[in-house]
């Protein structure tokens, strides 16, 4: 097959894909709020199940009904969500309520301030181990990276977090 008739078939399968989302996108959205009652989820549901016909256009797009394949997946996605808010609902009823936490002080203020200027990999890496109490052996299980480059990271950390905390250590702020 050359190339020509490589784009043209792509082209033609964008179209159609493209021609059934626009026709039936609202259809299976006001269906499945029908379910949900929340616009928003249902909005997002039919785009992941557009999303996952996309991805496999080549199979779905030959299927006598790709709009009930879809339909189903979109259906699918909305009855796991159901079921994980069901569960979270069920437990939450029946868990003993949250302790009260402590107001947050102005030190927490002040250290979350200078952890947000701590780039991503090293705050991570702090928070687990200070926050989290987790060992470096952890760190390294839960991010999948040696030992060592946690240790490396936590030792980074710590000295962008200090030249943070500085600043408002000497009663200025950045």
């Given at each position: 097959m050359d190339i020509a008739s490589t784009r043209k078939m792509a082209a033609t399968a964008e179209a159609d894909f493209s021609g059934l989302y626009q026709a039936r996108f609202s259809d299976l959205a006001a269906q499945l709020y029908a379910f949900t009652g929340d616009p928003?989820?249902?909005?997002?549901?039919v785009q992941e199940a557009f999303l996952r016909a996309w991805q496999r256009w080549h199979t779905v797009g030959r299927y006598e009904d790709p709009v009930g394949w879809v339909r189903r997946v979109a259906w699918n996605l909305a009855m796991s969500r159901h079921r994980r808010l069901r569960l979270i609902r069920h437990w939450a009823d029946h868990s003993q309520p949250a302790a009260a936490t402590a107001?947050?002080?102005?030190?927490?203020?002040?250290?979350?301030?200078a952890l947000r200027k701590v780039p991503e990999q090293l705050r991570r890496a702090l928070v687990l181990h200070y926050l989290a109490d987790l060992s470096v052996a952890d760190i390294a299980a839960e991010t999948a990276v040696a030992e060592g480059t946690v240790k490396s990271w936590l030792h980074r950390g710590r000295t962008e977090l200090a030249r943070h905390l500085s600043d408002y250590w000497e009663g200025g702020s950045r």
């Open positions: 928003s989820e249902t909005h997002d549901l107001p947050t002080g102005p030190d927490r203020v002040v250290l979350v301030a």
